[in-house]
């Protein structure tokens, strides 16, 4: 099913999406979905099915507070290399005008190099656990759904069932 919003709508969902409370344009909608339906039949899950629906709710909210966590960590990562990597360059200008401090200066510039480099992967490592984290929150959503769905065809069914 393809969906075409308005372009005011299509920036809100955007804006849930860059602000780290949805992993996809797909999740907001499915969101926006479940929200309404719980409004028109608020039928609460109960029994096991309706735990295994919360606790999958609550999981999918907890992995996207990771996300939001991990980029505000990153950020301020970013800034703190970025002060770091001005002050060294500010020093280096000073020292070069030293000429003892040309050594120095090569020691220091490995170290920064080297610093840069785990820093990097670091960086890399956290992009991998991002993905990992975002086909979670992708897959705690789709079961979620599974589970409702669940849930619905079994009140359904005892409906149908019910004296």
């Known amino acids: 099913m393809e969906i075409t919003l308005p372009a005011k709508l299509e920036q809100f969902v955007s ?15 499915r969101d926006a979905l479940r929200r309404m339906q719980e409004v028109e039949a608020p039928e609460v899950p109960t029994g096991l099915v309706g735990d295994a629906v919360n606790l999958a709710r609550q999981a999918q909210r907890d ?4 996300l939001q966590r991990a980029d505000r960590e990153t950020d301020v990562f970013h ?22 401090a040309r050594e120095v ?10 610093v840069t480099r785990t820093a990097q992967r670091g960086e890399a490592e956290a992009r991998q656990i991002r993905q990992g984290l975002e086909a979670t929150a992708k ?25």
């Open 139 to 163: 897959l705690l959503g789709v079961l979620t759904g599974v589970l409702e769905r669940v849930n619905g065809a079994s009140a359904a069914i005892n409906r149908v069932g019910a004296p």
């Open 105 to 114: 200066e090569k020691v220091v510039r490995g170290s920064l190099e080297q």
């Open 15 to 29: 804006s849930q999406v860059r602000a780290g409370r949805y992993v996809d344009a797909q999740e907001v909608v």
């Open 63 to 66: 992995v996207l507070a990771l």
């Open 79 to 100: 800034q703190v290399l970025g002060l770091a990597t001005h002050a060294v360059d500010a020093s280096f200008e000073v020292a070069r005008r030293v000429p003892v």
